[in-house]
């Protein structure tokens, strides 16, 4: 196995290392982002789902620890236009992640098949100055693949934890509009 990785280490052509080097750290960066924003958003969705059960058990106003909290102290008067920027300030937190993991998902591919790509030119170029045959293409193209294989593996894990995430998100701003809505409704 070692034996191995240094053979695809010294026949690999320096663009698809650096391919597979900015791929390693695509996953390092995209398992990061998915895990803290996976927890952070699990502690806020617990949180305003007791706020909303307190107040559809009767409480009067939002849990202290509820988001909407913040915007119901600062202003004298709860309305729907208050509710509203709270709401607007939820959505902006609750999807911070979610680009860097759309632009990972999407750009992957593309950034393994460049690696691909160059790496047959290489293997063409070293057939024009040698005489070999079948085993030098299968050698280079087979090793050539493995940067496009390393694009899909991340693309596939970036799309999953963005979707994971996005599902996450609607079910917080789900919570806080019932809450807003269970507010505005025993203000009438």
Known sequence: MINNLIDFYLKSHPVTLGVL???????IVLNWVFFYRYFSLNN???RESASLE???????????????????KTSNVVSKEVLGLGM???TKDATKGLSVLSVFASTSP??????????ILDTFSHIGQNSGGMSIIASGVSDALVATASGIFVATFAYTYHQVLKRK???????????????????A
Not at 21 to 27: C, E, P
């Open 54 to 72: 307190s107040l559809l058990l009767g409480a009067t106003t939002v849990n202290e620890n509820s988001f909407l909290n913040n915007f119901i």
């Open 44 to 46: 806020w969705l617990s």
């Open 169 to 187: 998100s609607y079910e917080l701003i789900s919570y806080l509009q019932m809450q807003s809505d269970a507010i505005l409704a025993r203000k």
């Open 110 to 119: 593309f950034i393994g098949l460049f690696g691909t790509v160059v790496s």
């Open 88 to 90: 607007l300030a939820a």
């Open 21 to 27: 080097l900015l791929l390693s750290l695509y996953f």
